[in-house]
């Protein structure tokens, strides 16, 4: 069965300071790859996907993430964390064997101190 | 452009009443999901729905959870004779493809 696993459910860093979430999968068939942010009591928002070609992926607010075959990794990343990006974040599958649904993570909520 | 919408935003129901829930897909797309996110959860696939037809409803409970997109209107995610375990936050997403879901603010749901 397909799965993400996000490691690490909290994730602490100082303002300015990188940003590193992490996600790993595991898929029998070719991916499509999501990071996703939510803030409190609000829908989430796309940062970023993977589909197909560069496996190096950029999206909004600076934030970029790797899709890394061999490792069955996604890691999302920014070099400068921002008090504006705390927020929890979801990594998600697509599997295009099996429609639109997107498999979630558990999702990591990172926070950010001054 | 409105993006997804979803109402209500809050929703509370005794134990035995009826739910619903509707989303209104962005403009010109025509694929409709539905996922639940229980507290300290990820979002967990339910439904998915393109005008008049259940594409997926590998998600959905068996028994008392219903969902529909008709030709006409929005999608509606029914829920009989809720329970306390119901309670949590409902999302709709919509899709022009399959892939690229653009997610609506959430239906919570709290049931007493």
């Known amino acids: 069965a397909q799965s993400v696993t996000q490691l690490g459910s909290h994730v602490s860093v100082s303002e300015g300071a990188l940003v590193l979430l992490r996600c790993n999968y595991s898929?029998?068939?070719?991916?499509?790859l999501f990071w996703y942010v939510q803030y409190p009591n609000q829908g989430l928002q796309l940062l970023l996907k993977?589909?197909?070609?560069?496996?190096l992926v950029k999206g909004i607010n600076g934030f970029e993430a790797e899709f890394k075959k061999s490792e069955t990794s996604f890691h999302l990343t920014k070099p400068s964390a921002h008090m504006s990006d705390a927020a929890e974040y979801f990594c998600?599958?697509?599997?295009?064997?099996?429609?639109?649904?997107?498999?979630f993570g558990q999702g990591t909520e990172l926070s950010v101190k001054p | 452009n409105a993006g997804v919408m979803q109402n209500p935003r809050h929703l509370v129901r005794r134990r035995g009443q009826e739910a619903r829930l509707r989303c209104s897909p962005m403009k010109g797309h025509s694929h409709v999901y539905w996922y639940r996110q229980l507290p300290e959860e990820g979002l967990k696939f339910m439904v998915y729905l393109q005008k008049e037809n259940i594409i997926d409803e590998s998600g959905m409970p068996k028994e008392r959870f219903s969902a529909e997109f008709p030709k006409e209107g929005p999608s509606i995610l029914r829920i009989q004779q809720v329970v306390r375990g119901d309670s949590a936050a409902y999302f709709c997403?919509?899709?022009?493809?399959?892939?690229?879901?653009?997610f609506g603010p959430g239906t919570r749901l709290t049931v007493t």
């Open positions: 997403a919509s899709s022009t493809n399959s892939y690229e879901q653009y």
């Open positions: 998600a599958v697509g599997l295009n064997n099996q429609g639109g649904k997107l498999i």
């Open positions: 993977y589909t197909t070609g560069a496996t």
């Open positions: 898929s029998s068939v070719p991916p499509y």
